[in-house]
Nanobody, 118 residues
Framework: QVQLVESGGGLVQPGGSLRLSCAAS????????MGWYRQAPGKEREFVVA????????YYADSMKGRFTISRDNVKNTMYLQMSSLKPEDTAVYYC???????????WGQGTQVTVSS
């Protein structure tokens, strides 16, 4: 089993910053890809960004480039999402994901709410 726990969400003013964390535990293969998705009210879940196991490869949705930065610490089994210049349209529940070679499913965290509002 794999457990993913997000933290760091909250209320922030437009133009502000937040750092989300995702702590992974359980039966995790050393080689895995982790990522962030988000789901705004009334909308489908959308891809935000992903990072390879080494951290050497990152994949951003076009709308997130330049404002969001993903990173990971494999010693701590934790992934981070640094978000800056936040906009009201970034308001959503942010979910952490993990996929491993040879495992057909995607693991998800429970989500953390990010609200950007004045």
């Amino acid at each position: 089993q794999v457990q993913l726990v997000e933290s760091g969400g909250g209320l922030v003013q437009p133009g502000g910053s937040l750092r989300l964390s995702c702590a992974a535990s359980g039966s995790i293969a050393a080689i895995n890809t982790m990522g962030w998705y988000r789901q705004a009210p009334g909308k489908e879940r959308e891809f935000v960004v992903a990072i390879s196991w080494s951290g050497g490869n990152t994949y951003y949705a076009d709308s997130m480039k330049g404002r969001f930065t993903i990173s990971r610490d494999n010693v701590k089994n934790t992934m981070y999402l640094q978000m800056s210049s936040l906009k009201p349209e970034d308001t959503a529940v942010y979910y952490c994901s993990l996929v491993m070679p040879g495992v057909s499913r995607t693991y998800w965290g429970q989500g953390t709410q990010v609200t950007v509002s004045s």
